[in-house]
Every structure is written in structure tokens, then in C-alpha cells.
């Protein structure tokens, strides 16, 4: 089975246009993520939730709304699409701990949207 | 500014050559040290960490890392490449704020030669 797993993979619009990205994890981690995978392959975080609770908000347009309707869930949806938005996005999962020996970010495929 | 620096974009190594790719961090204190490998049109798989203890770590797939506190740097190495190792190669940092946000470097391509 699929630890963290995105819907879709791959991903084409229209500027303009609202679509959204699912992200589930059977892991049964306590936090989750959504990076930002530009062209030239640079990572950065966009935003984190612990137990359904926002905990990291980068400087991340407000068009970009994480939703998580539970523990298992993360999901992205982007508001009015630009072509700047093109760009791999990742979901990864993780479990809170203090035992900091076990700790892995879990990274799920990745979904590739285009937006042309 | 916390930062990650893999100064080398692209690395070509003959099969069964040894391997270094260099990771250098800045950041007030010791962070928590990781390497991923991203193959291509996958998602991160995570090589080794280093959280505190022996410098020398081991990880997965036959990679190791040296931690280095004077130098602020986590080297990953390899014995022996092989053919199945050409992939993007990215150090990360988790800033000690309890955040858990990782922050990674530009990414280094490794290719192998035949």
C-alpha cells in the first residue's frame, strides 16, 4: 500500500482556472505538508498541519488554501490559476515525536501541474 | 538567514567510482541533517539522518555521511556507485524550533557513466 499518495499526477489548465490537489497518507502521522517543486528543482515548504491545526504558513499567496478535513488528509486547492504556479507539487507526512531517532518526512509521488 | 548550499549542480562518475556530494549549512546552531534522493519522476526518499551522536552515519542503498561541525558540513558518500544511483540528490536542514520544516538545498544531479 501507498504511504502518502496525491491525486492527481499530473495536472493541466488554463490560467483562471481553481483546481485542487488531494493528498492522503495510511501512516497515521500527526502532521503533513505540502512543498513547492520549482523548474530548476528547488524545494520549499508551503505550508504544515499538525492534528488538522495550521502550523506553518510560508509566504504563500492566499490563493493557495490547504484544507484538512482530518488527520490522513491534506489537501491544496489554488484559486485563480497563474502560470507562475507551474511547478511540482509534494505532500509528505510525519509523526510528531520526541523520540527524534524514528523521525522521516514521508514524501508522497508528487503531482506535476502545468498551467498554460 | 538559515541556509542549505550543495555547490555542485551536476556530478558524472563512472560506475563503481566513489562518490562525494558536498552539503554545507548555515545556521546559529546544529540543525538536524538529512539527505533525500529523488529519482527521476518520483517523489523524496530519505538516505540517512543525523540528529546527534557518532558524526559517521549510515544510511540506506550502501550512502554514508560525515557530519563535520567546524566545517558546517554533511557530506554524502559512496564506496562504489552504480548505474541505479543517477538521481537528484538533496541535503536538508530542520531549523531546531519544533516546526519540523525542512529546509533543503538547490539539489545536486548525479549522472553515471557506463
Known amino acids: 500500500d501507498t504511504a502518502v499518495s496525491q491525486t492527481p499526477k499530473y495536472l493541466v489548465t488554463q490560467m483562471g482556472n481553481d483546481k485542487s490537489i488531494k493528498c492522503e497518507q495510511n501512516?497515521?502521522?500527526?502532521?503533513m505538508y505540502w512543498y513547492k517543486q520549482d523548474s530548476k528543482k528547488f524545494l520549499k515548504i508551503m505550508f504544515s498541519?499538525?492534528?488538522?491545526?495550521?502550523?506553518i504558513n510560508e509566504t504563500v499567496p492566499n490563493r493557495f488554501s490547504p484544507k484538512s478535513p482530518d488527520k490522513a488528509h491534506l489537501n491544496l486547492h489554488i484559486n485563480s490559476l497563474e502560470l507562475g504556479d507551474s511547478a511540482v507539487y509534494f505532500c509528505?507526512?510525519?509523526?510528531?515525536?520526541?523520540?527524534?531517532?524514528?523521525?522521516?518526512?514521508?514524501f508522497g509521488p508528487g503531482t506535476r501541474l502545468t498551467v498554460t | 538567514a538559515q541556509s542549505v548550499t550543495q555547490p555542485d549542480i551536476h556530478i558524472t562518475v563512472s560506475e563503481g567510482a566513489s562518490l562525494e556530494l558536498r552539503c554545507n549549512y548555515s545556521y546559529g546552531a546544529t540543525p538536524y541533517l538529512f539527505w533525500y534522493v529523488q529519482s527521476p519522476g518520483q517523489g523524496l526518499q530519505l538516505l540517512l539522518k543525523?540528529?546527534?551522536?557518532?558524526?559517521l552515519v549510515q544510511g540506506i542503498k550502501g550512502f554514508e555521511a560525515e557530519f563535520k561541525r567546524s566545517q558546517s558540513s554533511f557530506n554524502l558518500r559512496k564506496p562504489s556507485v552504480h548505474w541505479s544511483d543517477a538521481a537528484e540528490y538533496f541535503c536538508a536542514v530542520e531549523l531546531l524550533d519544533s516546526s519540523y520544516k525542512l529546509i533543503f538545498g538547490s539539489g545536486t544531479r548525479l549522472l553515471v557513466r557506463p
Open positions: 501512516l497515521g502521522h500527526d502532521t
Open positions: 509528505a507526512s510525519s509523526q510528531d515525536s520526541s523520540e527524534r531517532e524514528g523521525y522521516e518526512q514521508y
Open positions: 543525523y540528529f546527534s551522536g557518532d558524526t
Open positions: 498541519y499538525n492534528n488538522k491545526e495550521l502550523i
